[in-house]
Nanobody, 124 residues
């Protein structure tokens, strides 16, 4: 059974940095893509960034390009999202996801497994 467990969320001031991590277990993810999505109160879940285990190939939402960096550690089976220059509008629950099509898609339905999420709050 696949498990995705997020960690590292918290409260940070605008302009600050935070790193969230996703620990993946339960299967081999070599042919998978891993994504980060976020959902703010009253809004739909939106794509943030994604990465393939192989390559890797990355993909970012325009709103986070140049500020966020996604990376993966094959040995540890973890996927991290380094978030710099944070803004209040980055406040959301951040979810890790794993997709079997192997492409760093921005579409939610391309992901088969989801974590429970971790809260990131950016104060102004």
């Amino acid at each position: 059974q696949v498990h995705l467990v997020e960690s590292g969320g918290g409260l940070v001031q605008a302009g600050g940095s935070l790193r969230v991590s996703c620990a993946a277990s339960g299967r081999t993810f070599n042919d998978y893509a891993m994504g980060w999505f976020r959902q703010a109160p009253g809004k739909e879940r939106e794509f943030v960034a994604a990465i393939t285990w192989r390559g890797p190939t990355t993909n970012y939402a325009d709103s986070v390009k140049g500020r966020f960096t996604i990376s993966r550690d094959i040995a540890k089976n973890t996927v991290d999202l380094q978030m710099n220059s944070l803004k209040p509008e980055d406040t959301a629950v951040y979810y890790c996801a794993a997709g079997g099509n192997g492409w760093p898609s921005y579409r939610r339905h391309d992901y088969d497994y989801w974590g429970q999420g971790t809260q990131v709050t950016v104060s102004s």
